[in-house]
């Protein structure tokens, strides 16, 4: 590996300027030498205010011309599918947002090729990069690990929709529109649904899949959906071990603040977690330990200080580690295809609780 990881982008729209490249031509272990953007203006602009010196209409192009060891590839996940094993194929370490794909069945597809050629497929959940959340998860896993607090016995995750881009400047844009992606077309939605649970189900791994995600990874093991109910506020799951979880997405209207907790209850105690704003900058997030006392002992409550971070700055300095072989991916693409199981799991049992109705 040189000292440089050499990394080529695919796509610089909102979240291509904003949460990925903001973050990587900061980070000095590697160097962002080319863009594919079909917009060309555009491509030009942000190739010159990221010091980005070729740019490639396409990420074929890109591919063929340019010495690459990882790319980022930023675009519509319905597109995922048909670009990501062009780069996978090529050999390349790959970041994308979440979700992987559309469809588990897919997913699969990806995460055999990503095994089959050796390289990394790292889907973007940042959140599990935020140093929040890292804290909790090593925190869980002592107390399941050492067994003094008893079980994990119930995990709750609740998002309200909220202000997600937290006032965050816009991207750079020349106004030009992108012309067809010759050969790339979206995914279609599983076929078993109709309309309504098509786009309930998009909405749902557009915006739910990061919970979702996180949700296994501060378990620590794999989990089923059982109930949803019918007014697509809440679903109930169980885990391997037997945790009840429960997903709360009901909203009130929020448009100014950000609310996203977790909490991993034991028999004994329990790890809080507060997300930050998927754009709030310098935000590490904040967690809080309760453990309860034993006959003749006093309830302790502790909030460890969160050291700040930005979960996407967080997120691309550990991929770049990754790639340069220093640390194993917290995100793989087997936990992604699992995710998109939840999510099928979710929408039929969302189809049970409707048609009782």
Same mark, same amino acid.
């Given at each position: 590996?040189?000292?440089?990881?050499?990394?080529?982008?695919?796509?610089?729209?909102?979240?291509?300027?904003?949460?990925?490249?903001?973050?990587?031509?900061?980070?000095?272990?590697?160097?962002?030498?080319?863009?594919?953007?079909?917009?060309?203006?555009?491509?030009?602009?942000?190739?010159?205010?990221?010091?980005?010196?070729?740019?490639?209409?396409?990420?074929?192009?890109?591919?063929?011309?340019?010495?690459?060891?990882?790319?980022?590839?930023?675009?519509?996940?319905?597109?995922?599918?048909?670009?990501?094993?062009?780069?996978?194929?090529?050999?390349?370490?790959?970041?994308?947002?979440?979700?992987?794909?559309?469809?588990?069945?897919?997913?699969?597809?990806?995460?055999?090729?990503?095994?089959?050629?050796?390289?990394?497929?790292?889907?973007?959940?940042?959140?599990?990069?935020?140093?929040?959340?890292?804290?909790?998860?090593?925190?869980?896993?002592?107390?399941?690990?050492?067994?003094?607090?008893?079980?994990?016995?119930?995990?709750?995750?609740?998002?309200?929709?909220?202000?997600?881009?937290?006032?965050?400047?816009?991207?750079?844009?020349?106004?030009?529109?992108?012309?067809?992606?010759? @050969?790339?077309? @979206?995914?279609?939605?599983?076929?078993?649904?109709?309309?309504?649970?098509?786009?309930?189900?998009?909405?749902?791994?557009?915006?739910?899949?990061?919970?979702?995600?996180?949700?296994?990874?501060?378990?620590?093991?794999?989990?089923?959906?059982?109930?949803?109910?019918?007014?697509?506020?809440?679903?109930?799951?169980?885990?391997?071990?037997?945790?009840?979880?429960?997903?709360?997405?009901?909203?009130?209207?929020?448009?100014?603040?950000?609310?996203?907790?977790?909490?991993?209850?034991?028999?004994?105690?329990?790890?809080?977690?507060?997300?930050?704003?998927?754009?709030?900058?310098?935000?590490?997030?904040?967690?809080?330990?309760?453990?309860?006392?034993?006959?003749?002992?006093?309830?302790?409550?502790?909030?460890?200080?969160?050291?700040?971070?930005?979960?996407?700055?967080?997120?691309?300095?550990?991929?770049?580690?990754?790639?340069?072989?220093?640390?194993?991916?917290?995100?793989?693409?087997?936990?992604?295809?699992?995710?998109?199981?939840?999510?099928?799991?979710?929408?039929?049992?969302?189809?049970?609780?409707?048609?009782?109705?």
């Amino acid at each position: 590996m040189p000292d440089k990881v050499r990394i080529g982008f695919v796509g610089c729209g909102y979240m291509g300027q904003k949460a990925h490249l903001d973050n990587f031509v900061t980070i000095p272990e590697c160097e962002v030498v080319a863009l594919a953007e079909g917009r060309r203006q555009t491509a030009e602009l942000v190739a010159r205010r990221y010091g980005i010196l070729r740019v490639y209409p396409d990420h074929r192009a890109m591919l063929a011309a340019a010495d690459l060891d990882a790319v980022v590839a930023i675009m519509g996940y319905h597109l995922h599918h048909a670009v990501v094993p062009d780069l996978l194929a090529a050999g390349k370490h790959v970041l994308t947002e979440k979700p992987m794909c559309i469809r588990a069945q897919t997913g699969r597809r990806l995460a055999a090729l990503a095994r089959e050629q050796g390289v990394i497929y790292y889907v973007g959940y940042m959140k599990r990069s935020a140093p929040a959340t890292q804290l909790a998860v090593r925190t869980i896993r002592q107390w399941q690990a050492g067994g003094e607090h008893g079980r994990l016995t119930y995990l709750r995750a609740a998002m309200p929709p909220g202000d997600w881009t937290f006032g965050i400047e816009g991207p750079l844009s020349a106004g030009d529109a992108p012309p067809p992606y010759e @050969g790339v077309t @979206g995914e279609p939605l599983p076929p078993d649904l109709n309309e309504a649970e098509a786009g309930t189900y998009d909405a749902f791994v557009n915006y739910y899949i990061h919970q979702v995600n996180l949700i296994r990874y501060l378990l620590g093991e794999d989990y089923t959906v059982e109930y949803a109910d019918a007014g697509g506020a809440t679903f109930t799951a169980r885990s391997a071990s037997g945790v009840t979880v429960v997903l709360e997405m009901h909203g009130y209207g929020l448009r100014d603040g950000w609310e996203e907790t977790y909490r991993a209850l034991f028999e004994g105690g329990k790890v809080e977690l507060s997300i930050p704003s998927p754009m709030a900058r310098q935000r590490g997030g904040e967690v809080s330990v309760f453990v309860g006392g034993a006959e003749g002992r006093d309830d302790v409550l502790t909030e460890p200080l969160v050291r700040p971070g930005w979960p996407f700055l967080e997120q691309a300095r550990h991929f770049v580690r990754c790639v340069r072989g220093e640390e194993e991916p917290w995100s793989v693409p087997d936990d992604a295809v699992k995710d998109l199981e939840v999510a099928e799991q979710y929408v039929a049992c969302l189809r049970r609780s409707r048609g009782a109705l």
